[in-house]
């Protein structure tokens, strides 16, 4: 066998070792979602009640009913489906991390490993504080503000309550929201998605900053156009209510100023380790 041949058959083995650790960690992770997803399934109506939660709560300052509809036959089923595999998602992602840290771990060194785990941690974290804002917070503005829309075709809803059912119903000649679950469910999981992606926003820079790709004052530098970007952003992910938009530009902003001084403190510890390991004079900056 030639000295080419042996090379190759040297690095052909760690490949297929790679690739079969691979394997093992998503089937690892497979599993886990489709148990979270059977899981989630059979809670998915539970879940849905907490998720129109927002909705219902609007419309019963309006004294009308809750009732959102199925506009066509399957929609009932593809909702539990969507809310199950959404929620099973969550519900497995720490062991998905678990399983992508696990096979990225060992082709890293000690102190890239030290750096990389908390970003990891961060990210889930700071995503479900966006959730949370979104849900809590912006989600019941947004939809008092649609639901102000209903009285434009005619007299407000009344609140007539039925004699049989106690119910509250709007009363004629208006404009009523009858919501379809499937249009709604869109709608609260692109704003709750929006959201959670937005407040990445510290986590991704300073990830960045520790790559050394961005730098605190290259960002400083930059303000007046991401204040720009960020109210470009506000006008999209919301609806056109400037209270609501306030909020979002609000919230990002400061999420933006705090990457800021994340990326300078990861900066400022570079340059003091360089200077303990005499790479930089005490003079000198990174």
């Not at 099973?88 to 720490?94: E, I």
């Not at 049989?164 to 919501?179: C, I």
């Not at 340059?271 to 004079?281: H, N, S, V």
């Amino acid at each position: 066998m030639s000295q080419a041949e042996e090379n190759l058959d040297d690095t052909s083995a760690p490949l297929i070792e790679h690739l079969a650790e691979l394997r093992t960690r998503l089937i690892r992770s497979a599993i886990a979602f489709i148990i979270a997803v059977f899981i989630c399934f059979y809670f998915a109506g539970q879940i849905f009640d907490f998720l129109k939660q927002p909705v219902c709560e609007a419309m019963a300052e309006r004294m009308q009913a809750c009732n959102l509809q199925m506009i066509r036959l399957q929609d009932g089923f593809f909702v539990q489906i969507r809310i199950a595999m959404l929620a099973g998602f969550a519900l497995a992602f720490p062991v998905i991390g678990f399983q992508l840290w696990r096979f990225v771990a060992p082709g890293l060194y000690r102190n890239e490993r030290s750096a990389f785990l908390p970003f990891m941690i961060a990210s889930p974290a700071m995503f479900l504080l966006g959730a949370a804002f979104c849900y809590y917070i912006v989600i019941p503005l947004a939809y008092d503000f649609f639901l102000g829309f209903q009285d434009f075709g005619g007299a407000a809803p009344t609140g007539v309550e039925t004699a049989d059912e106690g119910q509250v119903v709007a009363g004629s000649g208006s404009v009523v929201f009858q919501g379809s679950i499937s249009e709604y469910l869109s709608l609260t999981i692109t704003f709750v998605m929006a959201f959670g992606v937005c407040f990445q926003l510290p986590v991704l820079l300073t990830l960045l900053g520790k790559a050394g790709l961005v730098s605190a004052a290259g960002l400083a530098a930059v303000r007046k156009y991401a204040v720009v970007a960020i109210l470009v952003l506000a006008g999209i992910v919301t609806p056109p209510d400037i209270f609501t938009q306030v909020i979002l530009f609000v919230a990002v902003y400061g999420l933006y100023e705090v990457s800021i001084f994340l990326v300078a403190r990861v900066e400022r510890k570079r340059t003091a380790r360089l200077r303990a390991e005499g790479i930089l004079d005490e003079d000198e900056e990174f």
